[in-house]
């Protein structure tokens, strides 16, 4: 039995991807998180993702090499804007997007990622879903189910995503027109509507090595271009625009990986009672999907 297994997000930096014993989207992570066999997880990512690789193993130390590293979008919601939202729509459930603290998990019905969104939201009794905390992904959702959606907050988004506009896709698109347009389901919907694809990073790695064109504009973050390089050599693939950079994602460099290994820490801790109705909540999702 290996003692540690090192799982790194598609967005974190090229070379601790090099080093990981696995890299992957959320989806993919949560359940490779599950199967490991190392007593103990090191996670390259935000907070929220080594949270929930603790959530979903309670007798295995998870260590998370830089605590300071936060998703800019889960900081922009708290439990009670999902009580209070639920009181108005007493007949709602709540589906709350992976990307989201612990405490936000705790107080919803079930979990979706970007790739199972549509899915979970379908496999819903209730007409009416409240939604955290992307309203891009809402958007996204209600567009491919019958359901209504309601974004809370009403402004969440990932800064990183929504700040990709028209225009900067235009201004590539200039320059390599025969190029394909692949994009996140957290760019603003009207990204979305000229992009050729639209998937979650996974999906996005796979649509790149699947396609026949020789070039990708890729709307997500940069940390998937040099696997995207790595897995389909030969195709141009280029960023979408030079901003497409989230900060907290390159926290965990390589040395504070093996500096985690040395120290056995920093530890993730998530408040049991907290972790329970986290982990009923995620369990669903892995149930549905
Ligand atoms: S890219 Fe956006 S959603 Fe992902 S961790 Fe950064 S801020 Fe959060």
Not at 65 to 73: E, F, I, L, R
Not at 103 to 111: H, L, Y
Not at 192 to 213: H, L, N, P, W
Not at 257 to 269: N, S, Y
Request: proline share 6%; net charge negative; hydrophobic share 40%.
């Amino acid at each position: 039995m290996n003692d540690f297994t090192l799982l790194a997000h598609n967005y974190v930096r090229p070379e601790v991807q090099q080093i990981a014993d696995f890299t992957g989207d959320s989806l993919e992570l949560a359940k490779k998180a599950q199967e490991v066999d190392a007593g103990t997880i090191v996670f390259a990512g935000v907070d929220f993702m080594a949270e929930m690789a603790a959530i979903l193993n309670p007798d295995r130390d998870v260590i998370h090499p830089d605590p300071h590293a936060k998703c800019a979008m889960a900081l922009r919601i708290r439990p009670s804007d999902i009580l209070e939202t639920r009181r108005r729509y007493p007949d709602a459930e709540v589906v709350t997007y992976i990307n989201s603290s612990a405490a936000i998990k705790a107080v919803s019905d079930i979990i979706c990622t970007s790739s199972n969104a549509v899915k979970i939201v379908n496999s819903m009794d209730a007409d009416t879903i409240i939604f955290a905390p992307d309203q891009n992904l809402a958007a996204y959702v209600a567009e491919h189910t019958r359901k209504e959606l309601i974004p809370v907050p009403a402004l969440g988004c990932c800064p990183v995503h929504h700040a990709l506009t028209v225009e900067d896709i235009g201004e590539r698109i200039r320059k390599y027109p025969e190029a394909e347009v692949i994009v996140h389901p957290e760019t603003t919907p009207g990204v979305q509507r000229i992009a050729d694809f639209i998937g979650s990073t996974s999906a996005m790695i796979r649509y790149v090595r699947e396609s026949k064109a020789d070039t990708i504009l890729v709307g997500t973050e940069h940390g998937i271009i040099s696997r995207m390089k790595l897995e389909s050599p030969g195709k141009r693939i280029i960023p979408a625009s030079m901003h497409l950079v989230c900060p907290d994602m390159k926290m965990c460099t390589v040395d504070r990986c093996l500096q985690a290994v040395k120290e056995h820490g920093p530890i993730v801790h998530v408040d049991k009672e907290v972790a329970a109705d986290a982990r009923r909540a995620l369990e669903r999702m892995l149930e549905v999907t």
